[in-house]
């Protein structure tokens, strides 16, 4: 079992569990607390930066089996791995969409819209537990 994947593994778990209880705040309760909207905000970005960990390990391990090249944005980590089969276009999609948030959330802080952070947290989780599922499936079945 490859140790730096399953490291990466239980820190998402962790920042998934994490967002999951800042989750039960109501929106009014959220948008009122400077220090909780930060620190749903960092703990969103970990949980992208380490989906985008997790994709890089697998690639790095598939890389002969698949002929694979190193991505060259973190985009490309997703659609790497919607090429090789282990996930669908769909959530490849959503993933690729969380790199660009992750973007704004590390590059252009000050355009961050609450309520859009809100919803994520509401909305979008899935979209983490989905590939976290896939990324355990993964490693369970690597030899």
């Known amino acids: 079992m490859d140790e730096k994947l399953l490291t990466q593994i239980r820190f998402l778990k962790k920042y998934l569990n994490l967002l999951k209880d800042m989750a039960q705040k109501s929106k009014k309760e959220y948008l009122e607390d ?48 919607q090429k090789i089969g282990l996930i669908e276009e769909n959530l490849s999609t959503k993933l690729k969409k969380m790199t660009q948030f992750r973007n704004k959330l590390v590059h252009v802080y000050w355009e961050i819209d609450d309520a859009v952070v809100y919803d994520i947290l509401q909305n979008n989780l899935k979209d983490i537990e989905e590939f976290l599922r896939i990324a355990l499936n993964y490693i369970t079945k690597e030899k």
Not at 35 to 63: D, F, H, P
């Open 34 to 81: 400077f220090i909780y909207k930060g620190a749903v905000e960092r703990y969103l970005q970990m949980a992208i930066e380490t989906c985008i960990n997790i994709g890089n390990r697998i690639i790095s391990l598939e890389q002969f089996k698949y002929d694979l090249t190193p991505p060259e944005t973190y985009a490309e980590v997703f659609e790497k791995l």
